[in-house]
């Protein structure tokens, strides 16, 4: 066994800390404060990217720090999943971080679907431009009219037509939806019916300029429009695209959302972890330095036991994502499904729990925008629900559990 | 001993309840939406209290459902505390319904303390058009410099001068400030430090138009700006206004503080148990309601446990609060003093997991503006800081213990 | 509502405390040692009952302390439940005490099936002799080879031959039977496989001298014997009984058991009730008296928030409970199921948890036989499992809680 | 990163598991009725080591299977903590197992103690025996009238004179005491109370047959003897011993203690770590074999999703002694003392956890000594207390977080 990072990881590591120390820290709450007075409400129609996001993009391009979820080395910088998992970490500790790396949901996930799935020209089309971040993308899969948790359910229905695919459904939650830059959507729908239940869905390229295709509202998630990304309600009415839109194949869209789920569960799993070291960090800081009844407040009552309680659950759910980063490196997705379930229930309650704990400390100031605690908390709260609420993934855990004893 | 509610509390329940069924729940989602659409963005200026709320206030006050909180007959209904307890439950179940009957935080402390602790004129001026329901107050307390859960820790300065009093400090949390009604605030600051701990602050009356007064913004609180009342942030700079605005006298701020606080809790609390009942309906609605993996969601995994704890959760913590209500009545709030600390820890703890749970049991949509579950998560997580967090609560709670057994 | 104990409860809280103050209390830790030392061992067959314990018996039936669980006053003093109940929580502080005053299970059940449910030769037999507290019983339900959690599940055979019954199979935990006094087993079994699941099975009053009944062995419970009762696994092999033996009726044995079991589980739970109170006790004296690091080690750490945790979970469990036996009292055991079902998950788990806490505050010496705590932590274990599982209780209350929805 | 087993463990762990699987599994269950039968009982005098046990510690010896424990590849095989941590998973799946390979504590402390810190006559005296397991030996550290989780409390006085020591004191929970064949206790005590507060203690060799050394009583443990071994209470009075049985020096006690404890937590925890595992196989057997309401127990309520959550607590916790493991051997225990400390908190509260499930599982059969759950779950709860509680380790963690944030 060795714990250690590997040197490519603790090189990378090194320069995106410095970068971060440098270029984000510093204008963090400035840049989370004009966000918010200038983007914080339901007109998404006005909603803006801040310019200095943008120029961030550029040094981080430019530095080398860029798309570094993805593990070719010729379109990005080859890194494991193992190797990522500390940089997803610390761009975790800033709300708004992973963007500039180009390393943000639901864009990575997107690109890897472009990227193991896509033809040629579905690749030129839109893997390029986002890889150069030049656009955005969203992935719309969850549906309002049924329990998306069993996503068999979905119903957006999807029929050939000649050499076109014309999308009839609504969905919501689709993330990043709001984005001035946002173009292009990849659909996912009921397209084969008559198949077995898995063969049944099928994923389309659907750009976001298509007729028919009707952003009916942003929502709010735990009080926030989380601007300028935002989670958006789609209606999609006789869409028609050409055929060349499909990825894959008819029928394909569960194998591709598996491919697309593993990795993808450790950048956002790794990302918590970092908001949880953000929250500890925080928590310390602030009950070192307000007094209160003759004491830091950290010193009061069973706060110290809670930090104690903070680091040793931070730790532990660090370790077994790394585990499971690493199985997916080494023997893959398919023997590392309980690794890859288990993250997705721990670490987001995880979360919960250590900036529950991060807010009590601060008192009034944990819950306003000041600091990134709310944020956080919304994040944790959502991330129990999105891509498979805990109790789909606890299901999966017991499953393979129960497995080891049948005959 | 006997559990049941006095033919008094029955009688006000029952007109209650039906005025609920008949004119607000119809209603709700569609007030909560608009208001939402109108008024949830930072620019607290352009806030408007809609014109539904204030038709449905006269309605309530036609209907003798009004001012239910104020045990004084003539004035109000005369309600006992363990009385209005099971109304202010009913009110809790819908965010906004307290204000409809005149019952809502802070105006409620407000008039108690305007009731029990303002001269006649004080009465006159204020709490008149109070118990009208023709202004707001607020009530300014918290300090963003100090750590508030000790309120000794108060900067905010007041000084005599000739028969003014001058005022310098800055508040925050000063909830209902975004209000278009808000005219009044009770400001509480540093007046004596030469007296001991408890006997070195004041409060005094600040109409909110007195020069000096600055609204500088509006907080979010668990990302959301909970308008068109807001939690403000306050600047007092050289802020007079004549001696006859002081309350009780120099020096009395505690003691007011005290007085107020024990009603006070018990109606924050059955609010939040109101929360918790609505949230347990609603998660048992929606499991019963959607389907997955072939069955409704709530006869999946462990949900049937949930709700079962849930309802055991809600009927113990209200049994609390009852309890504290009834010593409030019978022995008051210096003998209850164990309860009152120990619902203000336990409800809004229940209240969380509860909503918790219900969110879980919605998806996504749990933490939309289309159900008032992500309403009540945040009321819930802020009750737990605001008015003392649980730690100094807990305090009390095992100060009041350990004391049994000292010789 | 009234919270207050009625004048007659008090009179008997009074004179119980004082009971227990003045002959209880003082010879506590020396008659529990006593007992560890002779009976603390497997063969059942050498243990005694202290001859203090039917000293204190004398004394108590004397002071009109005897029998207070019977609600019959010509046979017993008459109490309600409700008044019971604060006497069943004074009786729980220690772990033997409840024996003293005739109100120790699974005799008081069986004195109240006999009393309900058995007629005049039956209770000549055996309630007399109960009630004098001259001999002991048993009550035989559970079985090894099945779930007992589901009672239909139940395997001994009753079948009628003639004027007799004869009894075939094996039961355990089987509690008391190890006693020398124990005398009388009540049976139960399946009888009426034919009729519906609620109808099959009978209970059948069986002398355990009776041929054909073998105590095959008792079983330790978390590791201790609970001597000279203990927890006795026993085989019927072809045991014959006079049908005159049979209670109420072939079939008849759930309508008993529902019968048995509402007021026996608000004494369960008042005594794990009183066993809390009394490690809380506990552990705040330990916590105050032992120093380390400089304090007291109850103000170390988290402790206190522990102490006002214990005290807020059980004044909660007790309400319930309190509430539970008025709904017994004032509208019947049928429209209280939520509260009996609630108050069985509830009251253990409070238990356990601050039993828990008053061990680690008691270090070392909290695992050991020098404090009731290891005891009083098996209770709270055992009651999670005896008398149905949480998890069958959380059933029913989620069951009941949906039927409020259903159309 | 790389969380493979190294070629050397992988290689010992296939040994042992078919060891286990051919020679301790078969005879687990009778083995432990018969000890339990023959020593359950306070008459330590007549506990016996049973026959099977010597023999199957022959048969370990023989295969190589011995003092894997220590790291030392003359005295034994040489296995770095890292590689012995699995093995000692291993052997905690079985409550006695530890003690056929020569790796039950506390003796393989005591081994270590001698290895690293004894001189050569010392080790020859009494490594040597110990190291062939001819005798036991017993750590006597504890007190019962100090508060021991503060080492310093320690009041067994130590003094010189002459060319002798002389100790006076009290101990308990001295673990091995009653064992036929324990003969050496190292006695640590105060020495030198005019040193700083860490120099002032001592470690002495005492054989237990020394004049005025007494076992006064063995200790049940949470209802247990844990006989043929038990917790002692012991009495030392002027007990005189030569010099030359001082370990390393007067006032060194604490070093000792120190160098002791890092690699001794690995092997608690990692014996806890098997336990628990055990303990969620029991689980899963039992609840897919017992049938109630219609289905196998682990489909009812939410049985599943608690055997997911015991699979994800015991992989994280495992995950995290191993750090901890592979810290020590890397860079040493100075180095790994947050990961040391937060084991000792994690891994037992885990296993108390996760039995407390199982035996839910299992109904009453659960707390009997049918299975080795009611065992287990002693020791969870024995070992939040043993070598420093629960809360002192949480203190030691949240120091160390502190440190970090410090100028």
Chains 1, 2, 3, 4 share one sequence.
Request: glycine share 8%.
């Amino acid at each position: 066994m060795n714990f250690e990072y590997s040197d490519t990881a603790k090189d990378y590591l090194g320069r995106l800390k410095a970068f971060m120390a440098e270029h984000v820290y510093p204008v963090e709450q400035q840049l989370a404060h004009t966000n918010h007075a200038q983007n914080n409400h339901g007109e998404w129609q006005r909603w803006q990217c801040l310019p200095e996001i943008k120029l961030l993009k550029e040094k981080a391009k430019a530095a080398g720090l860029w798309n570094l979820f993805l593990p070719d080395s010729e379109l990005a910088q080859g890194l494991s999943c193992a190797d990522y998992a500390p940089l997803a970490e610390e761009m975790g500790r800033v709300l708004f971080a992973s963007e500039i790396f180009n390393c943000n949901a639901p864009d990575t996930g997107n690109m890897e679907v472009l990227y193991h799935f896509g033809n040629e020209a579905q690749k030129a089309q839109w893997l390029t431009p986002l890889l150069a971040g030049e656009i955005r993308s969203v992935f719309a899969m969850t549906e309002p009219d049924v329990a998306s948790s069993d996503a068999t359910n979905m119903q957006t229905n999807i029929t050939e037509d000649g050499d076109h695919l014309q999308i009839n459904g609504r969905k919501w939650w689709t993330t990043g939806l709001g984005h001035p830059d946002a173009k292009i959507a990849i659909v996912m729908g009921l397209s084969n019916p008559e198949n077995d239940r898995h063969s049944q869905h099928s994923m389309v390229l659907v750009p976001l300029d298509t007729p028919g295709v009707k952003i009916e509202r942003m929502l709010t998630a735990c009080g926030d429009y989380d601007a300028p990304y935002g989670h958006g309600e789609l209606s999609l009415t006789d869409v028609r695209v050409p055929k060349t839109n499909l990825i894959m194949g008819m029928g394909k869209g569960f194998a591709i959302a598996q491919g697309r789920l593993g990795p993808g569960r450790i950048h956002h799993c790794m990302r918590a972890i970092g908001a949880a070291e953000r929250a500890l960090e925080l928590a310390i800081k602030r009950g070192q330095n307000r007094v209160a009844f003759g004491k830091p407040i950290i010193k009061l009552g069973g706060n110290l036991e809670k930090i104690a309680e903070a680091r040793m659950a931070i730790d532990q759910a660090r370790l077994l994502t790394e585990l499971a980063a690493w199985k997916i490196d080494t023997v893959g997705v398919k023997h590392a499904m309980t690794e890859i379930s288990a993250i997705k229930v721990v670490v987001p309650n995880m979360l919960q729990q250590v900036v529950d704990m991060a807010i009590q400390m601060h008192g009034g100031a944990g819950v306003s925008h000041d600091f990134p605690l709310a944020g956080f908390a919304a994040q944790a709260r959502i991330l129990r629900l999105a891509d498979g609420p805990d109790e789909v993934h606890k299901g999966m855990v017991s499953r393979l559990e129960l497995k080891k004893y049948l005959k």
